[in-house]
Nanobody
């Protein structure tokens, strides 16, 4: 199963960006989908998660500013980011976990997309 992320870029503080991620390949079902991020010199951290029935959880640092959503029919997950701050600058990675067509569990990462918040 492959994940393709898109939507990163340069934005001014207070601005907005939407990241998207599409899963493809031998997918039977996808359970948890998530966005992580990794800033320079820091460990990768969890930003937001969403279950197959759309239960969402967010890191405290993005609560109220970011919104995760998914389209189960298209196997996509998105991250709407508002009120962006310089500390949101990082490479953002999507992740999906589920079952492939052989009913074997998978956990796949997207390739990462750079988000830079700067004036």
């Amino acid at each position: 199963v492959q994940l393709q992320a898109s939507g990163g870029g340069l934005v001014q503080p207070g601005g907005s960006l939407t990241l998207s991620c599409a899963a493809s390949g031998s997918i039977f079902s996808i359970g948890r989908m998530a966005w992580y991020r990794q800033a320079p010199g820091k460990q990768r951290e969890l930003v937001a998660t969403i279950t197959s029935d759309s239960i969402r959880n967010y890191a405290d640092s993005v609560q109220g500013r970011f919104t995760i959503s998914r389209d189960n029919a298209k196997n996509t997950v998105s991250l709407q980011m508002n009120s962006l701050k310089p500390e949101d600058t990082a490479v953002y990675y999507c992740r999906a976990e589920g079952l492939n067509l052989r009913r074997v569990t998978f956990g796949s990462w997207g390739q990462g997309t750079q988000v830079t918040v700067s004036s």
